[in-house]
């Protein structure tokens, strides 16, 4: 396998690992108002995903940065072209931190709660809509730059992306409550999750039945089709009282969906409105010699940050009780 291909994928890894595990941080914070009618019950939601949610963000940063050396023009165009839509989500995930860092040294947390809420839903929605446009394709001039506005970002498909990324990043923070909590929370969790899904199955449904139509292959009938089983599979595990099999479940619809956009999006990493400006693994790659460099680190390093994270996964896996949450 070309290292290029090799590359692709683990950047597609890379985004996967941030979509399934920062998607529930974001679940949580578009919840937060729902689920939390108390300060105690606001403390546990936050509780819930506090000695993880930095790490979660890790995997966008690795993202970004093995795009960045692995394919620079990929890196320079998407930068570029996005420059409005990435600025945004980055105050967004600031002013999301911020939040998440200061509310529990402050005496109001009304305004750290907010900050929160739409730290967390502008970037639920805006990762949906730019990778709509990048499986789409955007107008691209002979330099490979972006040549179109914001609006032309701001298209159909891409809001139902949004929209589609989301439904299904609040679902996924539902399930992950209601797996992590107890109490009202959980009861309040279990019914987001039974009203979430099938909105999920609708929307996400739609999106990745459009995505086909765009730019599908035989194989991502396949994703398509494990994305909306694992929905279901989702919903029933709830139904049931099985929140560890429905976030499970909930995991590998996301893991689904994000297959079928990197597979419709394959050889491509940025495609065009006119093909014959389309960026590829092959004309946006870094030499040779700096893929293999790289290829060396990622195979050094790669298993011991992931021995870490899951490591902070099992120490913090128990669930969260109001007597705990209040003692700290």
């Known amino acids: 396998m070309e290292l290029t291909t090799v590359w692709f994928v683990l950047i597609a890894v890379l985004w996967t690992g941030y979509f399934v595990l920062e998607g529930f941080?974001?679940?949580?914070?578009?919840?937060?108002?729902?689920?939390?009618?108390?300060?105690?019950?606001?403390?546990?939601?936050?509780?819930?995903?506090?000695?993880?949610?930095?790490?979660?963000?890790?995997?966008?940063?690795?993202?970004?940065?093995?795009?960045?050396?692995?394919?620079?023009?990929?890196?320079?165009t998407l930068f570029s072209g996005f420059y409005l839509p990435l600025f945004v989500i980055l105050l967004a995930l600031i002013m999301r931190g911020v939040a998440l860092e200061y509310r529990g040294k402050s005496d109001g947390t009304r305004g750290w709660d907010r900050a929160f809420f739409w730290g967390s839903l502008g970037p639920a929605f805006l990762w949906g809509v730019a990778f709509a446009n990048i499986v789409r394709g955007v107008p691209l001039d002979a330099d490979h730059e972006y040549a179109g506005t914001l609006l032309t970002l701001l298209n159909p498909y891409a809001l139902l992306g949004g929209a589609a990324t989301l439904v299904l990043f609040t679902l996924h923070g539902a399930v992950f409550l209601a797996l992590k909590t107890t109490g009202q929370v959980r009861e309040r969790a279990g019914r987001a999750v039974?009203?979430?899904?099938?909105?999920?199955?609708?929307?996400?449904?739609?999106?990745?039945?459009?995505?086909?139509?765009?730019?599908?292959?035989?194989?991502?009938?396949?994703?398509?089709?494990?994305?909306?089983?694992?929905?279901?599979?989702?919903?029933?595990?709830?139904?049931?009282?099985?929140?560890?099999?429905?976030f499970a479940a909930n995991a590998v619809a996301i893991v689904a969906v994000t297959a079928t956009l990197f597979t419709c999006l394959w050889p491509n990493v940025m495609p065009a409105v006119d093909p014959a400006h389309s960026l590829t693994v092959h004309n946006a790659a870094s030499t040779p010699y700096t893929l293999t460099v790289m290829t060396w680190v990622a195979a050094i390093f790669t298993p011991v940050v992931l021995a870490y994270q899951a490591w902070t996964y099992w120490v913090f896996r128990k669930r969260l009780t109001q007597p705990q949450v209040e003692a700290n």
């Open 25 to 76: 941080d974001f679940g949580v914070g578009i919840l937060l108002p729902v689920l939390g009618r108390t300060v105690p019950e606001r403390k546990m939601i936050v509780a819930g995903i506090g000695p993880v949610w930095d790490g979660n963000e890790v995997w966008l940063l690795v993202a970004g940065g093995a795009t960045f050396a692995a394919f620079p023009e990929w890196y320079a």
């Open 194 to 246: 039974r009203l979430l899904a099938p909105v999920a199955l609708v929307v996400g449904g739609a999106f990745l039945l459009v995505t086909q139509l765009i730019a599908g292959k035989p194989i991502t009938w396949l994703t398509v089709a494990l994305a909306a089983g694992a929905l279901a599979a989702a919903l029933a595990a709830t139904l049931r009282g099985r929140e560890g099999w429905a």
